[in-house]
């Protein structure tokens, strides 16, 4: 297993690794544990019904990073599949990129999601260099505004009725951050 980052917050083992199999199980119980919650934000999750709906999209998400398009990576904490981060709509011409991510409700509030956006951050300037990051945020979802701003994104720009998300339309707001 590649591991791309590893780090401790509040005595949590985080380990940031390339998506395998052998972690869907996990990702789907996380998933399942917070579809509730998960399915206000991610338009994706009413297609996760099943472990091998997951194994689905890791072998997708492997397939992606072959081709440089998308950098998907799961989060493991104590060992265990607890939420993914991305980096997405990778374009080399513009050196661009954008930002996903999820975590189980379970482990919020420790820093993780926060420090591991930080660390892709500091790949995708420094190892792609990438000129401008794109984090996109269903304009209620405060927790991930308070990461993008915690993080030094500055808000662009809030789209009007953007999203649909669970059959209604959303404000987006769009956080950008350039290198330092």
Same mark, same amino acid.
């Not at 994706?44 to 992606?64: G, P």
């Not at 789209?159 to 339309?169: A, D, E, P, R």
């Given at each position: 297993?590649? /591991? &791309?980052?590893?780090? /401790? @917050?509040? =005595?949590?083992?985080?380990?940031?690794?390339? $998506?395998?199999?052998? +972690?869907?199980?996990?990702?789907? =119980?996380?998933?399942? !544990?917070d579809?509730?919650?998960?399915?206000?934000?991610?338009?994706?999750? !009413?297609?996760?019904?099943?472990?091998?709906?997951?194994?689905? &999209?890791?072998?997708?998400?492997?397939?992606?990073?072959a081709?440089?398009? @998308? *950098?998907? @990576?799961?989060? *493991? #904490?104590?060992? !265990?599949?607890?939420?993914?981060?991305?980096?997405?709509?990778?374009? %080399?011409?513009?050196?661009?990129?954008?930002?996903?991510y999820?975590?189980? %409700?379970?482990? +919020?509030?420790?820093?993780?999601?926060?420090?591991?956006?930080?660390?892709?951050?500091?790949?995708?300037?420094? /190892?792609?260099?990438? !000129?401008?990051?794109?984090? +996109?945020?269903?304009? %209620?979802?405060?927790?991930?505004?308070?990461?993008?701003?915690?993080?030094?994104? +500055?808000?662009?720009?809030t @789209?009007?009725?953007?999203? #649909?998300?669970?059959?209604?339309?959303r404000?987006?707001?769009?956080?950008?951050? &350039? $290198?330092?």
């Open positions: 297993m590649y /591991t &791309f980052e590893e780090f /401790t @917050l509040k =005595n949590l083992n985080v380990q940031l690794v390339l $998506p395998h199999e052998n +972690q869907a199980e996990d990702l789907y =119980n996380a998933i399942e !544990h579809r509730t919650e998960l399915s206000k934000w991610m338009p994706w999750v !009413h297609l996760t019904n099943s472990v091998d709906d997951e194994i689905k &999209f890791i072998n997708y998400a492997r397939m992606r990073i081709e440089y398009k @998308l *950098l998907e @990576l799961t989060i *493991l #904490v104590n060992n !265990h599949a607890k939420g993914m981060v991305d980096i997405h709509n990778i374009d %080399s011409i513009n050196r661009t990129a954008e930002f996903g999820w975590l189980s %409700s379970d482990v +919020q509030g420790n820093g993780i999601i926060t420090e591991s956006v930080k660390k892709m951050a500091s790949f995708v300037f420094n /190892t792609l260099e990438t !000129h401008k990051l794109i984090l +996109q945020a269903d304009a %209620s979802n405060f927790k991930s505004i308070a990461i993008a701003k915690a993080l030094g994104f +500055q808000h662009e720009a @789209l009007k009725q953007q999203i #649909v998300c669970n059959k209604s339309f404000d987006l707001s769009i956080f950008v951050k &350039f $290198p330092n």
